[in-house]
């Protein structure tokens, strides 16, 4: 039987365990997006995993969502990003970077304009905006069809910008309601080009951008993280499973690494997912729709689920020594909320590992 602790051979590389630290958000970098040193220590604390999936980042200044989130679309993140990358590797880890564009999940006072999205259809939620807290979300611009290319190949340069700092790869974000999710969405994309109404249509974006930055550093550097059914930020999806068909087989066309996917649709829906696509599948079951609640069992059920690596979130952020507690049967240390997203060192760099 399949366990946590296997080895898995991933594009190249031999991962020691099937544990994968998914992408967090922890809203620590200058306002400029530049990484920090805490930053490097964070991550390098965490190389045990086997894989490590870097918080999102954003690939244009047009695609940040949240303040004091880092970016890689100008020279100085690239360089602020390679002690990171050092890091872990001195470390014996690996990293790979996920490149998230915020879409309308954005808001005019962190960026300084209007955000862009699919259609003019505002989330209706409020969005956080640094200084002056939380705010109700705009209503986006429609990006052009001409624009919408332009958004594909700023995924492709900033893929490029990744492997430039670093990264082993990059992971596209095309879950939890942001740019990518909101093309796949039949609420948020309301468009009459080919980008939208059918399914053709609206999975157009998601397999254009996945095809550019595979053009760009090569498929075997490319993920993308996936959320079939989600509703985060008040996407909707109809006809799910056709839809993710279709997603996944274009997907497959192109060979890339891996999918990534919360544990968010319905069962049958996820097995049929998992027959269709022919590489590395990573489930993250956190807070999912089916499965036990224990870390290591949830882990162990999708493995013998048929997935080959399993992403924890929450449990990384006060226990950089997960790998170790869930193979010794260690409990987890819980994180405070106050802390996830604190601009401070407290709560992100100062937990305790076993052996200490």
């Known amino acids: 039987m399949t366990t946590l602790f296997d080895r898995y051979a991933l594009s190249g590389h031999t991962l020691p365990n099937r544990i994968v630290m998914a992408p967090m ?56 990003w390679r002690p990171v990358t050092d890091a872990v590797h001195a470390n014996g880890g690996r990293i790979v970077t996920q490149l998230m564009h915020g879409g309308r999940v954005g808001h005019q006072d962190v960026v300084g ?11 209706g939620a409020d969005v956080f905006t640094g200084a002056k807290g939380k705010q109700p979300a705009p209503v986006p611009r429609a990006l052009s069809t001409a624009e919408v290319r332009g958004e594909v190949a700023v995924y492709a340069e900033a893929a490029r910008n990744a492997v430039a700092a670093g990264f082993d790869g990059i992971e596209l974000h095309g879950a939890n309601g942001y740019l990518i999710q909101q093309f796949l969405s039949s609420n948020a994309n309301l468009r009459t080009d080919g980008y939208g109404g059918s399914i053709t249509g609206r999975i157009r974006f998601a397999v254009e951008v996945a095809e550019a930055v595979a053009d760009a550093i090569g498929p075997d550097r490319v993920g993308i993280r996936l959320s079939p ?14 839809l993710y068909a279709a997603l996944y087989r274009e997907l497959a066309r192109l060979n890339i690494a891996y999918v990534h996917t919360l544990n968010s649709a319905p069962p049958e829906i996820t097995a049929d997912l998992r027959k269709i696509w022919p590489n590395a599948y990573i489930m993250n079951p956190s807070a999912g729709i089916v499965g036990p609640q224990a870390d290591r069992e949830r882990g162990e059920y999708w493995l013998a689920q048929g997935m080959d690596l399993i992403s924890y979130g929450r449990a990384f952020l006060n226990n950089p020594d997960l790998v170790e507690r869930l193979r010794l049967d260690v409990p987890l240390r819980e994180a405070d909320p106050a802390t996830y997203y604190e601009g401070g060192d407290r709560g992100y760099i100062d937990a305790a590992s076993l052996q200490h």
């Open 113 to 123: 304009f209007q955000p862009v999205a699919p259609s003019a259809v505002a989330l």
């Open 229 to 242: 059914a989600g509703e985060i930020w008040n996407v909707q999806e109809s006809d799910v499973a056709e």
């Open 25 to 80: 958000t922890r809203g620590r970098a200058t306002p400029d997006g530049l990484p920090t040193a805490s930053t490097a220590i964070y991550y390098a604390q965490r190389a045990t995993a086997g894989l490590i999936v870097s918080e999102g980042v954003q690939p244009s200044l047009q695609g940040q969502s949240n303040p004091y989130t880092p970016g890689l679309h100008d020279a100085a993140q690239v360089a602020a």
